[in-house]
Structures are given as C-alpha cells and as structure tokens.
C-alpha cells in the first residue's frame, strides 16, 4: 500500500518503512507524528483519489533526526558596476520513516519509546524545600 502526501508545500509518495526528508517540522527523533493531508492512497485492488483530500485517511511516522541541507552559495554580480554579493543558505529539514498508512479514520498505533526511558535516568535530586539527612563524621563532637 503506498499513498501520496502534502507537507510543507510539497508531495511525497510514501509506503510503510520509507525514509523521507521533508521540509522542517516540530519536534525530537523518536516523536510519532500524523500527516493528515492524504492526497491518494493505493494498493493492490483499488485506489483511492481525494478531491483534494481523502477524509479520514492519515499516514503516522516517527522523526528519526532533525538535519540541515548542505551549503547553496548565492553570487550575485552587476557587471560593470564593481558591485558583487556572496550569500550562503542551509535549509533545515526533517527526516521522517512512515510506520503506518491508516483509512477509514482509525488512529495510529502506540510507538515505542524506549530510547527516551533510557535517556531519562539520571540521579535524582533531592528538591529544595525536602529536609535533608545530617551526615556525621568522625570530629562531630570530639575535638
């Protein structure tokens, strides 16, 4: 099953387990996120065109990392007029792994996060207003 999607002013054909780079989006890797905007889904038997959208389709994925482009140089040049200019841009983008292509408005299924359970252990502190514990040493009351 494959469909075709639109984001951030552009359209990806998309199936399950495919990588795609896509224009900027909110969030961290290991975030699942829904795209909504489904312009076409097929499969084996039929295929389905929205008019523009399909209602009730989505495609789930998961931000696997946040990247930048490679440099692009902008040189400008008026000739004859000792007038130049440099300028260099890197686009931020996103890079997506589609999970699920979901009809008929189901909702994805739960992502595993255990990558982020893992990284949240840290050695806890104790807050500001708890009593803390006094520690004897070996002077405390002997001099």
């Known amino acids: 099953?494959?469909?075709?999607?639109?984001?951030?002013?552009?359209?990806?054909?998309?199936?399950?387990g495919t990588l795609i780079a896509v224009e900027k989006l909110t969030?961290?890797?290991?975030?699942?996120?829904?795209?909504e905007e489904v312009?076409?889904?097929?499969?084996?038997a039929d295929t389905t065109i929205g008019?523009?959208?399909?209602?009730?389709?989505?495609?789930?994925?998961?931000?696997?990392?946040?990247?930048r482009t490679g440099k692009i140089i902008v040189f400008k040049?008026?000739?004859r007029q000792n007038s130049k200019r440099t300028r260099g841009h890197r686009q931020e983008q996103t890079l997506v792994r589609i999970t699920e292509i979901l009809t008929d408005g189901k909702k994805p299924t739960a992502q595993k996060a255990a990558a982020k359970p893992a990284a949240a252990k840290k050695k806890s502190t104790p807050a500001p207003d708890a009593p803390v514990e006094a520690v004897q040493s070996d002077t405390d009351g002997k001099e």
């Open 51 to 67: 008019s523009p959208l399909i209602a009730g389709a989505a495609v789930a994925g998961e931000i696997v990392d946040q990247r």
């Open 77 to 79: 040049k008026r000739r």
């Open 39 to 44: 312009l076409l889904v097929g499969g084996d």
């Open 1 to 16: 099953m494959y469909a075709v999607i639109k984001t951030g002013g552009k359209q990806y054909k998309v199936a399950a």
């Open 27 to 35: 969030g961290e890797a290991g975030d699942a996120i829904a795209f």
